[in-house]
């Protein structure tokens, strides 16, 4: 099955710098590749995703890329705020087989 | 939110019962999820179903069983609780497969086993 790792597992920025959190993923045949934010105590909820035939995604601060040769995508959140502090999980998969990587603890220092 | 409720939000139970969770949509999303999340393994995928009845396993299967007898709800049972299974448990579901679109967040549950 897919292997997804991510890192870092913790990042640190202080306000109004820029975060990467990079993900790779094993199997090629993967095509979907969504990043999810969750809240302390709160429930993951999708903020960007990009499927294989896209290179880039942007939507305002937040960008997604994917280099589907050599096997891995990254999240880039710009002008960091204490508001985008969370844990974000990437994920990667096709039809039914899909997989979460184990979280980047992130923390906007204000 | 897109209209997922799961119950019971907290739970405290005893090694060896039987346990079950429910969770309930109103979005008649086709495809339900059950996950688990634990420190340093992120959401790993317990169950999923495709349709009232359809059921399959995901990556971390033993010990949970799950039935689907109408479109809006999805029951996770674990059939002897355990230690090991003292987690959080996330109830997802999407219009289409999971690895092709959006998939939506229940609120969790907390389980402790003693």
């Known amino acids: 099955g897919e292997n997804v790792e991510q890192h870092p597992s913790t990042l640190s920025v202080q306000e109004g710098d820029s975060a990467v959190i990079k993900c790779t993923y094993s199997?090629?045949?993967?095509?979907?590749f969504p990043w999810y934010k969750q809240e302390l105590g709160k429930r993951p909820q999708l903020i960007i995703d990009i499927r294989s035939n896209v290179g880039e995604k942007k939507d305002q601060r937040i960008a997604v890329t994917l280099n589907k040769t050599a096997k891995h995508f990254s999240l880039h959140i710009t002008e960091t705020q204490p508001e985008d502090s969370a844990v974000y999980f990437c994920a990667a998969g096709t039809g039914n087989q899909f997989y979460f990587g184990t979280g980047t603890s992130l923390t906007v220092i204000p | 939110d897109a209209g997922i409720t799961q119950s019971p939000r907290h739970k405290v139970t005893e090694t060896g019962t039987p346990v079950t969770l429910r969770c309930h949509q109103t979005e008649n999303h086709r495809y339900m999820y059950w996950y688990r999340q634990d420190p340093g393994h992120g959401l790993r995928l317990i169950h999923y179903?495709?349709?009232?009845?359809?059921?399959d396993k995901g990556e971390v299967s033993d010990g949970y069983s799950v039935s689907r007898s109408k479109t809006e709800d999805f029951l996770l049972t674990l059939e002897s609780a355990t230690s090991s299974q003292t987690s959080v448990y996330f109830c997802?579901?999407?219009?289409?497969?999971?690895?092709?679109?959006?998939?939506?967040f229940g609120p969790g549950t907390r389980l402790t086993v003693l």
């Open positions: 199997d090629s045949a993967s095509n979907y």
């Open positions: 179903s495709y349709g009232v009845k359809d059921t």
């Open positions: 997802a579901t999407s219009p289409g497969l999971a690895g092709a679109s959006e998939q939506f």
